[in-house]
């Protein structure tokens, strides 16, 4: 009795805490909006995308340098693309938001912060938000042992923060995809289902220790990994959108999808939402009376 009233307890106090975490990172920095109509399920082609910073610093023009120039040069090309994109986007938008679904990892994360920047957003990883109400990652981590249901109602909590709110760049968490609650949520936004190869994404949580116990190594990792998406593959599906990463390497030339970069990822992204705002203006004129 006394473990499931500390239980109890700790879910509760949860629970305050995220309602008072949320309102107060969000609404420092966010005007509330009345919640906006769930965005209908609409379905197009699928494009592919990827990450890694890439830097605009000048280099001579050295005769071994020529590689090195051109690819920087590129970068720089995409980097002004991104912003151009953005800004022809952002009126049609509206300040609708934006969920990023998907395995977790520096890909997803990188992207979230690029085009939170690019369309003058605001970026929030939903995981972390639950991980600082309850005081920590361990902290957190060890809630979910003690009391899962707890756990995933203060992950819904947390959505229903964000969903309150416009101009929103998120990076959700696996818990948005696993009740119809919180896939529900998401429909007050677009959500784009960022698929990333386990290979890479276990590669990134190897060379991330503080993610795994010290003796896991990449094949155990990645058998977590295939497990973990395959249970989630079918939440991920549900999204208005999936870029996947291999997709986007063949369609720009690159011989692996580890080549594509953040800002090659973030414009076939924006081409993605352009398509599905273009559909919903589309569907929502031809909903009107004559």
């Known amino acids: 009795m006394e473990i499931t009233k500390a239980t109890g307890t700790a879910t509760a106090t949860l629970a305050a805490a995220i309602h008072n975490l949320s309102l107060s990172s969000l609404s420092s920095?966010?005007?509330?909006?009345p919640r906006p109509r769930p965005h209908s399920h609409s379905s197009f082609s699928k494009f592919s995308l990827v990450s890694r910073p890439t830097s605009l610093t000048a280099t001579c023009s050295l005769p071994n340098e020529t590689t090195t120039s051109t690819t920087k040069?590129?970068?720089?090309d995409t980097s002004l693309q991104v912003k151009k994109r953005a800004a022809d986007l952002s009126p049609e938008l509206k300040g609708t938001s934006i969920f990023l679904l998907g395995m977790?990892?520096?890909?997803?994360?990188?992207?979230?912060?690029?085009?939170?920047?690019?369309?003058?957003?605001?970026?929030f990883d939903s995981d972390s938000l639950v991980e600082e109400a309850a005081g920590g990652e361990f902290a957190a981590r060890s809630l979910k042992e003690r009391d899962e249901k707890g756990f995933r109602e203060s992950e819904t909590e947390v959505l229903k923060q964000l969903t309150s709110m416009g101009r929103l760049v998120v990076c959700a968490g696996d818990g948005a995809v696993q009740s119809?609650?919180?896939l529900g949520l998401l429909r007050h936004g677009i959500s784009l289902?960022?698929?990333?190869?386990?290979?890479i994404v276990a590669r990134g949580m190897v060379e991330d220790k503080t993610q795994l116990a010290a003796s896991e190594s990449h094949s155990e990792v990645l058998e977590q990994l295939v497990a973990t998406?395959?249970?989630?593959?079918?939440?991920?599906?549900?999204a208005d959108a999936k870029i996947s990463l291999p997709n986007i390497a063949v369609k720009l030339g690159y011989d692996e999808p580890d080549l594509v970069t953040t800002e090659d990822l973030a414009l076939e992204v924006l081409k993605e939402i352009e398509k599905l705002t273009r559909v919903k203006k589309m569907m929502e004129e031809a909903a009107r009376p004559f």
């Open 193 to 199: 289902w960022i698929d990333v190869p386990l290979d």
């Open 29 to 33: 920095t966010i005007r509330p909006r």
């Open 104 to 123: 977790r990892g520096p890909l997803k994360t990188n992207l979230g912060k690029l085009l939170a920047d690019a369309l003058r957003y605001y970026y």
């Open 180 to 182: 119809s609650t919180n």
């Open 73 to 76: 040069v590129a970068g720089a």
């Open 229 to 238: 998406y395959e249970e989630l593959r079918a939440g991920y599906a549900t």
